[in-house]
């Protein structure tokens, strides 16, 4: 293993469908900090990670930060502003339901709520033929293969190794985010013909963070970061909102499958990001680097904590939550900002 001098830095990014406006906000401010404190005007998210990870909106969001500029193929193509903008813009195309759409599916319950074209749509636009192998850093983007009852996990660095874990990653975005009852279920083929039906990977792990610090152990990044320890890891791990959706006996007992569906979700995905916090606190506070892990788990404020709520009040009320968790946190994200720099 080389002599490690620098820190492995990792971003990680939960599920939460139209709220990953909240931490997309969040890296704008973050991305405005490096710009100003490394004298870099052209900074961006994607030049101060070694790895970013992703769930659902996390993983678009992933996808996004990392693709390469058209003219430079070295540089990021996106700052973090265009990148939220994907749903600041968009979000109330991608989720519109058509009033036949509304009738077929009976508001989700026999098919899946949205179509998916406007998604796609915004995908190709932002991603077009990008294949996984050609983004810029290593990445982990959930996803959850229904055929072979397993995680599947995009990774770009394995990618660039063997084309049978190549896709576009358009496709790779849009497996990520096809949530149950949502989206369909989505179909993608790699670069060898290998078909896979996935659904969004919040279904087992909306907080991809563990699963990022796991990737990390087993890789090397540069001479610098190779297969690092927890002690030569900072991460950065971004919630979309928390949800204080409370459910109540009276008002649960008596359901069956059908009442079940939406609060079961809630609760999983909520009950899986609270258990990988917990887990990496523990990680980090036994090899006494309680600093380099850093979880923001934003509050709503005025915005719904639906994952399909793309009303113009939402995404503006979700936007301004995004800024007050950034301007909550700014000491701790100034911090966060110059250790990133420093391990460059």
Known sequence: MADQKK????????????????????????????????????????????????????????????????????KPRFSARE??????????????ISFWQKIRSVKGITDEKYDEAELEEALNDYLGNLMLSDLLKPCLITTYDIKNRKGHFFKSHDAKKDKGYNFLVREAARATSAAPTYFEVARVKSETNITYPLIDGGVFVNNPTLCAYAEARKNKFDEFRDKPTAAQMMILSLGTGNVDKSYYYKQAKDWGAIQWIVPILDIMMSGVADTVDYQLRQIYDAVGKPKQYFRISPELGKGNSAMDDASMENLNALKVAGKDCANLYDKELTAFAKLLISNK
């Open 7 to 74: 820190l492995t830095r990792i971003l990680s990014i939960d599920g939460g469908g139209i709220r990953g406006i909240i931490p997309g906000q969040v890296l704008v401010s973050l991305e405005e900090k490096l710009k100003t404190l490394d004298n870099n005007p052209k900074a961006r998210i994607a030049d101060y990670f070694d790895l970013i990870a992703g769930t659902s909106t996390g993983g678009i969001l992933t996808c996004i930060y990392l693709t390469p500029d058209k003219e430079d193929p070295k």
């Open 83 to 96: 990148a939220v903008e994907l749903y600041l813009k968009r979000g109330d195309e991608i989720f519109d």
